[in-house]
């Protein structure tokens, strides 16, 4: 079924951090974004970056974040918090309006913006030549006192506009003709149903405030209050069928996503053509198709999946306890599977075909095939997340993982759950995301940076390795790469990893400490550009000092040394000194620290101007003598 992404509320100034609290207590699961010269991020504020940053950030195991009811409570105790504080905060804050509302757009996230609409219009104008996907987008007056949907018609925005004028208690400013004379969006029917024909939809609904009238044949519950000019012997009919056009211009079509495609074996290249014939020789229509099933043998098979994708549908998997009957499996397994009024015939040698009335929940057949993405967040700022991590929370069922990077990856829609836990549980929380996958469920587990460095990439794919389950085994697992820690810090100083280096972490929770004397020894003295993780922790005081003296021993006094702290995230800072220079006093577990070669250069430019400050750049030569 269609979902909607919870909507962003996007605001300017503090001036419309009221209203846009109001319309937050509307949308439960929506966040508030604050442009970042003008908010300090609560959410952001006090964000671990540690290892270890459990224990410094506080956190709320176990708190399943995606239940409404207590996305309320917490939204109310934020609200509660600000009065009380007198102090302002947003939940995200962003860089540039402009391009952050086209990011919104391009992602499909519904938006709502608090300032005029002039303003979300230019910004998202380059966007709209191209055909696709339109989210809602309205621009609400800062002072609550006006509503305006601005696009996304088929995607529901007058009916969000009516949500928000109600909670702002204002008339919405609706100016689609048809919406306004008959209370309704005829052309935008509820998630389960699919408009056959955009251009035939607008000509009919012209038509109908022309002065035609219309009868409604089939069931479509969502007309039954509309003031639709209706007549039972008018000519125009709204038709609600699972069954493809017939020629007729005066009928309004409607599907229902009623139908369902089981096929016996896994011939996925030829999977799209027997269903479209399948569906085809009993004139249905193939939008009125809801999911495609096959056996569980065939889970992973990637033609399948690209077939289904082809259809525009889930593909599903059913459970075949005897190989031998697969032929016979398609009729049996719907008719067992499907509610009883289904129409259920076989459509072929090893297809069958079912019919409902209504619309199925394809989430309710069989299963999916389960999938597991590791995604890195990166440092902390949306601009620096892959646009893959970025689709695949979008996508996501179930996001895992620490509470900081959960709360950092949101804001999540009310029908995704969300299972923050302990920095220290990782093993535990890699089972936990196998069972959930295993089970069918889409499952974003989130580290922050690159989710291979020091994260949970290899305590998922330790859990696989030393598992055994074969049912896991059948998880689609990817893990996609965020930018870690040392890259961020690397950029925002210059190039200071330019050759060649190493990272460690400095931590012994996990490594005996010998091992790191060790290996921070032999990397000092291969005079490689080293950058530490996880430096120190009020549980680690005097590990790096300790680190620190074994580098000197090899290492020059003026050797360039970088520290880069919270970087890409609220409050921000990087500070060039010298390997005598640094103190373990600069440096907590928040920090990177990138401590240069024999090569690594520190210089300043001066801009021309006697006011413009002068830059200092750190890097690391190509060459080596
Ligand atoms: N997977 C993460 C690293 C996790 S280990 C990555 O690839 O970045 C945690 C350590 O990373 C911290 O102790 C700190 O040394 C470093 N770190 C993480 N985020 C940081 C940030 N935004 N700024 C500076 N250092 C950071």
Redesign the pocket.
């Known amino acids: 079924m269609a979902r909607l992404m919870a909507p962003a509320i996007v605001i300017l100034g503090s001036g419309a951090l009221a209203t846009a609290r109001r319309i937050q207590r509307r949308y439960p699961g929506a966040r508030v974004h604050g442009l970042r010269s003008r908010f300090d991020a609560r959410a952001e504020r006090g964000a671990g ?3 270890e940053a459990g224990h410094e950030a506080g956190h709320e195991a176990g708190r399943e974040a995606g239940h409404e009811a207590n996305q309320e409570a917490h939204l109310q105790t934020r609200i509660e918090a600000d009065l009380e504080a007198g102090t302002e905060g947003v939940d995200i804050v962003y860089e540039e309006l402009s391009a952050y509302l086209r990011e919104l757009y391009a992602s499909g996230t519904p938006i709502i913006a608090l300032c005029a609409a002039g303003i979300v219009i230019r910004c998202v104008a380059p966007l709209l030549a191209n055909k696709g996907t339109e989210p809602p987008v309205l621009a609400v007056a800062e002072d609550g006192s006006a509503v305006v949907p601005l696009l996304g018609g088929l995607a529901g925005v007058n009916a969000m506009a009516r949500e928000i004028a109600q909670a702002l208690d204002v008339p919405p400013a609706i100016t689609t003709s048809g919406e306004l004379r008959f209370g309704t969006c005829v052309l935008n029917p509820p998630p389960g149903y699919a408009l056959a024909s955009i251009e035939q939809g607008k000509r009919f609904v012209s038509d109908l405030l022309a002065g035609e009238r219309t009868r409604i044949e089939g069931g479509a519950h969502w007309l039954d209050d509309a003031p639709l000019p209706r007549s039972e012997t008018a000519r125009r009919a709204i038709r609600v069928t699972p069954l493809a056009w017939d020629g007729n211009a005066d009928e309004l079509l409607i599907h229902p996503r009623s139908v369902v495609v089981a096929l016996a074996d896994g011939d996925g290249e030829t999977a799209v053509a027997r269903v479209r014939d399948a569906l085809a020789a009993r004139g249905l229509s193939p939008l009125a198709l809801a999911a495609v099933v096959v056996p569980s043998s065939c889970s992973g098979d990637e033609a399948l999946e690209r077939a289904a994708h082809a259809l525009g549908v889930a593909l599903r998997f059913a459970d075949v306890a005897d190989a031998a009957h697969t032929r016979s499996l398609p009729r049996a397994w719907l008719e067992a599977a499907l509610p009883a009024q289904c129409e259920i015939v076989d459509a072929g040698p090893g297809i069958a075909l079912a019919v409902a009335e209504t619309p199925l929940d394809p989430d309710t057949i069989g299963r999916a095939r389960g999938r597991l993405t590791v995604i ?1 967040l990166g ?2 700022s949306a601009e620096l997340m892959a646009p893959a991590a970025r689709d695949a929370l979008r996508d996501a069922t179930d996001i895992l993982g620490y509470a900081t990077y959960v709360d950092m990856a949101g804001p999540f829609r009310a029908d995704q759950r969300v299972h923050p836990t302990d920095n220290r549980e990782e093993m535990q929380r890699a089972r936990h995301a196998f069972e959930l996958a295993s089970g069918g469920r889409h499952v974003v587990m989130v ?5 291979g ?3 949970m990439a290899s305590a998922v794919l330790e859990a696989l390795d030393t598992s055994g389950a074969p049912h896991w085994a059948d998880v689609e697992l990817q893990i996609v790469p ?1 930018v ?3 890259m ?2 690397a950029a925002r100083a210059g190039a200071p990893l330019g050759h060649d280096f190493c990272m460690l ?1 400095l931590s012994d929770n996990l490594k005996p400490w010998a091992v790191i004397e060790s290996r921070v020894a032999l990397a000092a003295q291969a005079d490689l550009v080293m950058a ?4 120190v922790s009020r549980a680690r005081p005097w590990q790096l000092d300790k680190a620190l003296d074994i580098v000197r021993a090899s290492r020059a006094p003026d050797t360039v040394v970088v520290l ?6 609220p409050g921000a800072s990087l500070v060039s000194t010298t390997l005598g220079r640094l103190s373990s006093a600069d440096v907590d ?4 620290v990138i401590i240069g070669s024999s090569t690594t250069r520190a210089f300043s430019t001066r801009p021309p101007s006697a006011r413009g400050t002068p830059r200092e750049w750190v890097y690391t030569p190509r060459w080596y003598r």
């Open positions: 970056s540690g290892h890195g440092p902390g580290s922050s940076g690159d989710p460095v020091f994260a965020g870690s820690a040392a961020a810090t972490s530490f993780y996880n430096p880069g702290r919270d970087i890409a995230r577990m928040r920090t990177m």
